[in-house]
């Protein structure tokens, strides 16, 4: 799973203003020095070398191989690693061997990037989510436009929709707001959802609650006959409560119901008590009552609660869009971030078709295959279009060829390579001026500087580098 340590702040989604480069002439011919041997590193070194960019390439350099590799040519470095801590602690070096060189570092976590940014000016720092939730956004709820993103210089929340160019090089970017009809399916659909059982604890709980419920009202209604209301509930909760029990006239029928309402409220309490320990037990990732309750309609669901999960959870969010997750692990670190921000979480095999209709699958505007896996998201979009034929499936993509190469067997919908999107961003930012937005167009991964500009491509972001 992709590492998890704290909440993601709204300025480090892609859209937010960020530290940006001012392009200086030997940007384009200095040599560039790549930190780290993961798919994105691979592939960001070789489009910098398809590009003709001197390019050097470390693994795990120590501070020796940095400071000898640290020479007056090198115009630019590149820190793309899964280990946050080990990522900061290669951008002080090279900021101490290197001031002020121009830096880009992959970091996920809020507080190390916090840290990053105010130790390093000259800093950018973005996640492979960050850069890559704009285009699977619009995969999922906008299909018809490249990328939804955050707008840039703006104190509130809006978002912008970009367009790919069909013929022509300039990009089209217009405001963007979900539809009132999308986002009314969700608040029916988390409605629908209040004090509905989602697993088999749940509905001890539920089940055990609601039988106390009715004992404690058919109770009351008997006790009507010779006493008032208020006092025909007071003694009805009492003798459910197991306090004391009243005086019975000596009916047969009441004394019939008041053994069987005994016995009852035996059962009803141990699956109550029973309910709720396994609740408290379970991490609370759904809840019954309130805002992470599982939604009947008018959600997105997500797979994988890692990096590019949370982010793109906590981004429908903010459009206004229901969002369920699901986790296969249950000691995944992303489930306590998740519950702080508020988004459900079911715990479960996605590829199950159980599991896919406890997530309510039928009534979704789409599913998100959003794990780090790319084996696993295949099986997730199989169980998926079986279970829900019709539902939108998107899937990220990104470490090795699997998903292309299933795609040429059927239709399995829209693809989003994160590290082919990182890596162009990460190699244009390095030569270039920072991009204000990467999306995919066919082949092709196309870069804006700025809103309502020209869109430049790079092909071949699939290919990986051999140092």
Not at 414 to 428: E, H, I, S, W
Request: charged share 15%; hydrophobic share 50%; aromatic share 4%.
């Amino acid at each position: 799973m992709d590492p998890v340590l704290s909440p993601p702040d709204a300025a480090s989604l892609v859209g937010v203003d960020t530290p940006v480069w001012t392009p200086t002439s030997d940007a384009a011919s200095g040599t560039v020095l790549v930190i780290g041997h993961s798919d994105v590193g691979r592939r960001a070194c070789a489009l910098l070398q398809e590009a003709g960019t001197p390019t050097i390439h470390l693994d795990d350099p120590s501070d020796a191989d940095l400071r000898a590799a640290l020479h007056s040519g090198i115009t630019g470095v590149a820190v793309l690693l899964h280990d946050d801590i080990r990522a900061l602690r290669y951008s002080l070096v090279v900021e101490h061997l290197r001031p002020g060189i121009r830096l880009f570092v992959a970091i996920f976590d809020r507080t190390v990037r916090s840290q990053i940014e105010a130790h390093i000016p000259n800093c950018v720092v973005l996640s492979p989510a960050s850069i890559s939730v704009p285009t699977i956004v619009a995969a999922a709820i906008a299909p018809d436009h490249a990328a939804i993103r955050r707008r840039a210089g703006t104190s509130e929340a809006s978002w912008v929709a970009i367009d790919a160019p069909a013929t022509d090089d300039a990009a089209r970017v217009t405001a963007y707001q979900p539809s009132a009809t999308l986002r009314w399916r969700g608040v029916l659909g988390r409605l629908r959802g209040q004090l509905q059982a989602y697993d088999s604890g749940s509905a001890v709980l539920l089940g055990g609650a609601l039988g106390l419920l009715a004992v404690i009202a058919i109770d009351t209604l008997m006790g009507l006959q010779t006493r008032s209301f208020v006092r025909a509930l007071y003694d009805a909760t009492r003798t459910t409560a197991t306090i004391s029990a009243p005086e019975l006239p000596d009916h047969p029928w009441e004394l019939l119901w008041a053994t069987f309402a005994a016995l009852l409220v035996m059962g009803f309490t141990a699956a109550f008590a029973a309910g709720i320990v396994q609740h408290l037990l379970s991490g609370r990732h759904v809840a019954l009552v309130g805002r992470r309750v599982i939604p009947h309609t008018g959600h997105v669901i997500v797979v994988g609660m890692g990096q590019v999960g949370i982010r793109l959870a906590q981004e429908l969010r903010a459009l206004g869009i229901a969002v369920l997750g699901v986790e296969k692990f249950p000691d995944a670190s992303g489930l306590g971030l998740a519950r702080d921000l508020g988004i459900p979480v079911l715990i479960g095999d996605a590829t199950s078709r159980r599991v896919l209709r406890r997530a309510r699958i039928e009534g979704a505007i789409a599913l998100v295959a959003a794990g780090s896996q790319e084996r696993d998201s295949i099986a997730v979009a199989l169980a998926a279009n079986a279970v829900a034929p019709h539902l939108t499936v998107v899937l990220r993509a990104g470490a090795d060829d699997a998903i292309d190469e299933t795609r040429s067997l059927f239709s399995i919908g829209p693809v989003v390579d994160v590290n082919g999107l990182t890596a162009a961003y990460v190699a244009r930012a390095l030569t270039g001026e920072q991009p204000y937005a990467v999306f995919p167009q066919g082949d092709r991964v196309l870069w804006m500087s700025g809103p309502n500009t020209a869109a430049s491509g790079q092909r071949s972001v699939h290919a990986r580098c051999d140092c």
